[in-house]
């Protein structure tokens, strides 16, 4: 998934400040610019896995163009952070799995529009599957 992080400007004596509106309560910082955009990679999945833990499911990324509008981030720096959800959790398993070629087409063109990996989509897609009410 691809999570837009919104980027306070730092200077020599404050850091750069990093928000993830679509997750409320994420944040992270960092010294140099790069510093800052590592460090909301591991925060947004830190953040959601304890939604995972939680049993929530995971919040839809907005676009830039969606948040830049809003009052309180005038001003701030947009970038993208992407985040392949197989990283979450338990160490990733080599699984064999048989699917008709049209679906698996299918899987990739979705995964790669939403900004994710076959593996990781399909990962969420179980998740999202079992959370749901029988």
Known sequence: MRYPIAIETGDS????????????????????LDDALTNAREAILLHLEGLLDDGESFPKPSTIEQLRSKRSFRGWTWAIVDVDLSDLGDKAARINITLPQRILRAVDAHARKQGETRSGFLARAALDAMRKPA
């Open 13 to 32: 004596k404050h850091a750069y400040g990093v928000v993830v509106p679509d997750l409320p309560g994420c944040f992270s910082a960092g010294d140099t």
